[in-house]
T-cell receptor, first 114, second 109 residues
Framework: NAGVTQTPKFQVLKTGQSMTLQCAQD?????MYWYRQDPGMGLRLIYY???????DKGEVPNGYNVSRLNKREFSLRLESAAPSQTSVYFC?????????????FGEGSRLTVL | EDQVTQSPEALRLQEGESSSLNCSYT??????LFWYRQDPGKGPEFLFT???AGEEKEKERLKATLTKKESFLHITAPKPEDSATYLC??????????FGDGTTLTVKP
């Protein structure tokens, strides 16, 4: 039972490089989310996709883009990485639209931007 | 704008010493309040959902309660394996969840 799978688990980038974080869920959930977690700042929503074919900005979208590739997959792209984007990134999903159900999280992707 | 505040930031307990964690919230309309547990290096894991004031949920040594302004996570006779960060969150009608910053619980044997 895989749940929510994120890749890569760890990544080191240089300032200005680009990369894509991948997320896939096998629970047939409608809604998917990308959060970042920084020490002392809790989880902050970057982007979300309430259903296949839609994406919306969250609290901290600047510097990121997303793609809801299909119902299972939701990717997060950093076009030109900055040190301020050093963080732990979590993908999450939930069945209900709108979100009134519990979130299921991946194990996280730890990104360091030098 | 929904707001969630958790206190204390950190809590250190001796094994068997019961205590409570607080989650205060301000929302335009409560659609539920969620508690999660997060272990170091892992993603948050769902614990409870509470939907209305007066509701209580229990799981092993944990009991969550809800009032119109706050929720409490009561920990009875904690064990070292209860050490984790506990997060609360409220969902919005727009499909987003607002999280508190969490309480990091350490239980010493």
């Amino acid at each position: 039972n895989a749940g929510v799978t994120q890749t890569p688990k760890f990544q080191v980038l240089k300032t200005g490089q680009s990369m894509t974080l991948q997320c896939a869920q096998d629970m047939n959930h409608n809604s998917m989310y990308w959060y970042r977690q920084d020490p002392g700042m809790g989880l902050r929503l970057i982007y979300y996709s309430a259903s296949e074919g839609t994406t919306d900005k969250g609290e901290v979208p600047n510097g990121y883009n997303v793609s809801r590739l299909n119902k299972r997959e939701f990717s997060l792209r950093l076009e030109s990485a900055a040190p301020s984007q050093t963080s732990v990134y979590f993908c999450a999903s939930t069945r209900q639209v709108p979100n009134t159900g519990e979130l299921f999280f991946g194990e996280g992707s730890r990104l360091t931007v030098l | 704008e929904d707001q969630v505040t958790q206190s204390p930031e950190a809590l250190r307990l001796q094994e068997g010493e019961s205590s409570s964690l607080n989650c205060s919230y301000t929302v335009s309309g409560l659609r539920g309040l969620f508690w999660y547990r997060q272990d170091p290096g892992k993603g948050p894991e769902f614990l409870f959902t509470l939907y209305s004031a007066g509701e209580e949920k229990e799981k092993e040594r944990l009991k969550a309660t809800l009032t119109k302004k706050e929720s409490f996570l009561h920990i009875t006779a904690p064990k070292p394996e209860d050490s984790a960060t506990y997060l609360c969150a409220v969902p919005s009608a727009a499909g987003k969840s607002t999280f508190g910053d969490g309480t990091t619980l350490t239980v010493k044997p």
